[in-house]
């Protein structure tokens, strides 16, 4: 019998709690510590979260400082005020657009920059996968040296946009270019052009260049996804008497949606970024018919010194390329793909 008149045998505390429940906790603590220190997600922390801090400062970062820039009058000449924040630069953009463009006004540079980078962000596209396709379809039907020509095709995605300029403002020189001297010399001189001086012209040369660069990317995404479809398909197409091409545009090419939005993507963004090509080939000022966005934003930015209405601009054109890939990457995140 215990002489304590019933009591516990672990000291009571003033909190409520016990002696022995106190030394557990304190003595777990450690244990919790290693476990949390053996994590993955600690473990893994060196990898990732540099890489994400650097991203989110110098990326991310500087795109929301781009949008502040955008909603003051900074000129360049001063430090940026930010007391005063509004979207006057974005209503002036939008307003020199519809007035110079879809009502009877003259035509604005806003306007020709936006209709300039939507033609060449929606024909190039186009474009390119559609002569991807049909060089993959060409490819793939066993030919000889086809390792050969598909090296060749995909060549020219390997130059950079100076390289491609330099290449092709000299094709396309018309004293000199090969494209008029071929065209002498096999007697079609009439058809001789001035391409990148003609404004009708000037905008087709450019998407033909970048046609001629790109077009090897659409081939090969086409290409492994045409080796992807079993040959069984192909057969019992044959046999239900289905001729080559209502094979590939009933059975084959819808099989391929996955293959073009992929491709589209990454074309559509490189017509985004096809500033240095027209930099190159026209300098700052290509004219109407061969302005884009990124050309604009460039002269307001560092030819006027127009630093908020260059960042007003940068943000149309930001938009614009997360109006491409958003969609892409929300697809992708449905199908448990990212």
Same mark, same amino acid.
């Given at each position: 019998?215990?002489? @304590?008149?019933?009591?516990? *045998?672990?000291?009571?505390? !003033? @909190? ?9 906790? !304190?003595?777990?603590? =450690?244990? %919790?510590? %290693?476990?949390?220190? *053996? ?8 990898? &990732? ?22 909603? !003051? ?14 979207? @006057?630069? $974005? ?33 190039? !596209? ?14 793939? %039907? ?13 060549? =020219? ?14 094709? $396309?020189? =018309? ?22 001086? @003609? =404004? ?48 590939? &545009? ?58 908020? $209405? ?26 448990? *793909?990212?």
């Amino acid at each position: 019998m215990r002489t @304590d008149g019933g009591a516990d *045998d672990a000291a009571v505390r !003033t @909190d409520g709690g016990t002696a022995t429940e106190s030394a557990g906790a !304190t003595a777990d603590r =450690p244990g %919790r510590a %290693r476990r949390l220190l *053996d994590s993955e997600f600690v473990q893994s922390l060196p990898f &990732w979260l540099p890489a994400t801090l650097l991203v989110g400062l110098f990326v991310y970062g500087a795109i929301g400082w781009n949008f502040l820039i955008s909603l !003051t009058d900074w000129s360049g000449l001063r430090q940026p005020e930010y007391s005063n924040l509004d979207f @006057d630069l $974005y209503g002036r953009f939008f307003n020199s657009v519809w007035q110079g463009g879809l009502l009877s006004g003259p035509h604005t540079q806003e306007y020709w920059a936006l209709r300039n980078t939507l033609v060449l962000l929606v024909v190039f !596209t186009v474009s390119a996968l559609v002569v991807g396709l049909l060089l993959a379809i060409l490819v793939d %039907r066993n030919i000889r040296l086809e390792n050969t020509f598909r090296t060749i095709y995909l060549l =020219p995605m390997s130059l950079s946009f100076v390289v491609t300029a330099i290449f092709w403002a000299w094709m $396309y020189n =018309p004293t000199s270019g090969l494209i008029n001297e071929s065209l002498r010399f096999v007697g079609l001189g009439s058809f001789t052009q001035q391409w990148i001086s @003609d =404004p009708q012209l000037k905008l087709f040369a450019v998407m033909f260049a970048l046609i001629w660069q790109f077009s090897g990317y659409a081939m090969v995404v086409y290409l492994a996804g045409l080796r992807a479809i079993p040959d069984a398909q192909y057969e019992a197409a044959k046999v239900d008497g289905a001729g080559l091409l209502k094979m590939y &545009w009933r059975i084959i090419v819808p099989q391929l949606r996955a293959s073009t939005t992929s491709a589209a993507v990454v074309l559509m963004v490189f017509a985004l970024k096809a500033f240095d090509f027209l930099f190159v080939m026209f300098g700052t000022r290509p004219g109407p018919s061969a302005d884009i966005l990124a050309m604009m934003m460039y002269r307001e930015s560092f030819g006027t010194t127009n630093w908020a $209405y260059g960042s007003a601009i940068a943000m149309v054109l930001f938009l614009l390329a997360l109006g491409v890939i958003a969609p892409y990457l929300y697809v992708q995140f449905k199908r448990g *793909d990212l």
